[in-house]
């Protein structure tokens, strides 16, 4: 029988339970023998046999099981779920003692519901124990039954399982969160923590490269090392602290009309050092015409960088590195359209079961190149999750051994664009004069370190580590003449 047939018998009994409580009644008060219903199609004949059959169908079709039990606890009669869920034959249970399939530790509570069910209603959790041997957790509802019904108790069973599961679940997806929460707490701290130690090595390499009169070949090649890992490892903290940002929920976007040009331009000129150093071939490829965007320049600048910096790590020495920036797509409004930005190379490639997860938090790929290359996992997920809060979208295509593609399509500014040249805007002549500079920060490092700097340039330095002596020497000077800076 199909479900749908199942259904509709099922509707049927329901809709006739009425009318057979009511026959039932009249024959076993003794009233008539018989009982007949005028129909449509003509009429409809109850004995005691035939009103009872809705209801032995209903037990029968229940999604729980359902028991009949003696005084003495055997079963009188079960329906087919029961057998089902104590895995034995429905012919083999009549007369069988409940208390069979209670496990030992249950019993105690099973016979103080069954005793209240005597006299009563009763009803609480409790297991079962299946022909292999497996526990089921129950829950059972007593009843007592009316004396001419050949049996003492009703029972239904209702298994547990599914809702049991179905907490264990939520318990441990309460608890990921958890995790993941704390997760983003660590992120967010080790970032702060590590960007700390790495401003007064900033400013120590700078000043360093203010000092290279007379400096030895090996202590100029030793300082352009420290320069490149300093690079790198900032690049990391960087990444680090975004992807905690955008995870916590607490990024925020700073839009302005900025064009396509300025933010390769950017990109490419941050990347460059990393492509010379691997001879490889940039080409770009850009239209005439400025193409804009509504965009964060800063953040979308680091789009590019991350996809341009994969492209460089993973491809071989005299490789070839492309990014090319498409005329401009319309919609079918003509208005609203996207911009098509496209990141190649020609490198390692990335293995196909690798590419639906590229974009996951921490996923690393299998290279050929060395690990050292690899980073933390970060930098496409930033990818994606920058372009997204853009409203753009990231796809990735590869072939392993012949390189890949990232295609960036962003959303053009609407409205009134710019009138201006595209490229980066001439700034004009800094003036620098002679500054006298209040430092203050309880990192004596950082403060240190960017005292040394800014007296090689020539300013007046002075230094404090707690906020009230800098205060009161500020409020007895010219306060126009000092600036303050602290972490």
């Known amino acids: 029988m199909t479900k749908s047939n199942e259904h509709a018998e099922i509707a049927d009994l329901q809709l006739r339970l009425e009318e057979a409580e009511e026959t039932i009644r009249a024959i076993r008060s003794g009233t008539v023998d018989a009982f007949v219903v005028e129909v449509p199609n003509g009429a409809r004949v109850y004995t005691l046999e035939t009103a009872d059959r809705p209801y032995r169908l209903l037990v029968e079709k229940m999604q729980q099981g359902a028991i009949t039990l003696n005084m003495d606890g055997t079963i009188a009669y079960c329906n087919r779920h029961f057998a089902d869920l104590v895995e034995k034959p429905l012919e083999r249970l009549i007369g069988v003692d409940f208390r069979d399939f209670v496990p030992n530790d249950s019993l105690t509570n099973f016979e103080i519901l069954f005793q209240r069910s005597l006299s009563g209603f009763s009803q609480g959790e409790s297991h079962l124990r299946n022909a292999s041997g497996g526990l089921i957790p129950v829950f059972f509802t007593f009843n007592t039954l009316p004396t001419d019904c050949g049996a003492a108790v009703g029972l239904i069973v209702t298994d547990l399982t599914t809702q049991r599961h179905h907490k264990e679940l939520e318990v441990i997806l309460e608890a990921l969160k958890d995790a993941d929460h704390r997760k983003n707490e660590f992120l967010a701290m080790l ?14 390499v700078i000043l360093l490269g203010l000092q290279v009169e007379g400096e030895s070949p090996s202590h100029q090649q030793a300082r352009g090392i420290i320069e490149r890992q300093l690079r790198q490892l900032q690049h990391l903290v960087d990444d680090l602290l975004e992807i905690s940002r955008i995870s916590t929920g607490k990024i925020q976007l700073r839009r302005e009309p900025i064009a396509v040009h300025d933010i390769v331009d950017g990109a490419v000129e941050s990347v460059r050092p990393l492509i010379e150093n691997k001879l490889h071939k940039l080409t770009i490829s850009m239209p005439p015409e400025p193409i804009w965007l509504n965009a964060d320049a800063a953040r979308l ?20 590195v492309w990014i090319t920036v498409e005329p401009v797509s319309y919609f079918s409004d003509g208005v609203s359209g996207e911009c098509v930005i496209r990141v190649r190379d020609n490198g ?5 079961t690798l590419i639906p997860l590229i974009f996951d938090l921490f996923t690393q790929a299998e290279r050929s190149l060395d690990r050292s290359q690899g980073g933390l996992g970060i930098g496409l997920a930033l990818v994606q999750r920058l372009t997204l809060l853009h409203e753009g979208s990231i796809e990735v295509s590869s072939i392993l051994g012949q390189g890949s593609e990232f295609v960036l399509r962003l959303p053009l500014l609407s409205g009134e664009w710019p009138i201006t040249k595209a490229g980066r805007s001439v700034a004009s002549t800094l003036v620098v004069r002679r500054l006298r500079v209040l430092l203050v920060d309880d990192n004596i490092d950082t403060i240190l370190s960017f005292s040394m700097l800014l007296t090689e340039c020539g300013h007046d330095v002075q230094t404090a580590h707690d906020g009230e002596r800098p205060l009161n020497r500020i409020l007895t000077t010219e306060a126009a003449t000092y600036f303050s800076f602290g972490s």
Not at 191 to 204: D, V
Not at 348 to 352: F, L, Q, S, Y
């Open 191 to 204: 970032a702060h923590e590590l960007r700390g130690p790495l401003a007064p090595i900033t400013n120590a």
């Open 301 to 320: 600048e680091q789009v590019l960088l991350n996809l341009l910096t994969n492209a460089a790590k993973y491809t071989e020495e005299n490789g070839q």
């Open 348 to 352: 390692v490639g990335i293995a196909p």
